[in-house]
Each structure stands twice: as C-alpha cells, then as structure tokens.
C-alpha cells in the first residue's frame, strides 16, 4: 500500500498546465509536451523549438512544458483567414514575432494545414497591415516571443508609438 501511494505522488508531481480560462490543469507530461511540440512546428524555427525542448529537462522544464502546451492552445483557438475581418485595430494579437528590430504581430493564422500566410501587423521601416509568410519568418530567423500576452492592435500600436517617443527622445539617440 505504501508503494501505491508512493506511485500516486511521483505521477502527480511535475508542471501542471493552465488553460485560457486561467484554470489550473492536470501536470504535464513530456509527452504532452512533445505533443504540443510537434503541433508548433510550423510556428518556432528548428533552432527555437529544440532549445525549448532541450530546456523542458532542465531545472526551468516546468515553465518550458507549460509554455508548450499554452502556445499550441493559442494556435488551436487563434482566428484563420478573414475571422477578423471587420474589428480593425481591436483584432487581436495573439502571437508576436521579432527579429534584430523588426516585429510581425500574427492576428490570424492560416486556414491550410501548411501555414503559408498568416494576417498581421508587419513593423520593418514602418508599419503595414497584410499577409505574413510565417514560413519566411521561420526561415530568416525571426523567433517566436515566449512571453508575449494577447493585446489587440490598437495597444501594439499605442506601445510601440510609446516606444519610439522615448527613443527618439534619448540623449544616446543625437
């Protein structure tokens, strides 16, 4: 009996999962994990994704599983191809991506399977609302942000306007 009860905790003990409505879900296992992995293959680059992997079994491995199953719920409930039509700049972001200086703020993702394009805000130069190849993203090196919450458009826009006030406005930038 007491090696019973012993089992019980080792299977309990790990990271537990919570779900969009905030609630705390069942412990996550690394085959949850790997699952969830596998489903976001075509939104996090190889280099990414198996840095993520490596750190869901390391000493951080709670948060990285969690993190895991949390994106590959995103993606299952984010909005496809012209489901936002119509809500302007109160869409809402639900992943970001970055590279050196450039953002892309994803909106909508692909109804295919394949995940050619995907709807969003694309900030290089300047900023444009249109059809993002996540694919190139992926390919050019651009990462997906681990830590990025769901905003709408119109606060992206009002963060990043803050942002570039206070840069232009830095003694470094004359």
């Not at 198996?50 to 969690?66: A, P, Y």
């Not at 590959?72 to 191809?81: C, G, K, L």
């Not at 995940?115 to 290089?124: D, H, K, R, T, Y």
């Amino acid at each position: 009996m007491n090696t019973q009860i012993h089992q019980q905790q080792i299977q309990t003990v790990g990271s537990t999962h919570t779900g969009s409505s905030g609630d705390v879900c069942k412990p996550v296992s690394m085959l949850d994990a790997a699952a969830a992995a596998k489903k976001l293959q075509r939104f996090i680059m190889p280099s990414q994704l198996s840095m993520i992997g490596d750190m869901c079994r390391g000493e951080e491995r709670d948060f990285f599983k969690n993190k895991l199953l949390e994106l590959s719920d995103t993606v299952n409930s984010m909005p496809v191809t012209y489901e936002t039509d119509g809500q302007g700049d109160q869409a809402i972001v639900h992943l970001h991506y970055f590279l050196w200086d450039m953002d892309w703020f994803i909106t909508e993702r692909d109804v295919e399977t394949e995940q050619l394009q995907a709807f969003g805000l694309a900030c290089m130069h300047e900023e444009e609302l249109g059809y993002i190849s996540i694919e190139e993203l992926l390919m050019n090196g651009a990462e997906l942000d681990l830590h990025w919450k769901p905003k709408t458009l119109a606060q992206v826009k009002a963060e990043r306007q803050m942002q570039d006030v206070n840069y232009v406005g830095h003694p470094m930038h004359y």
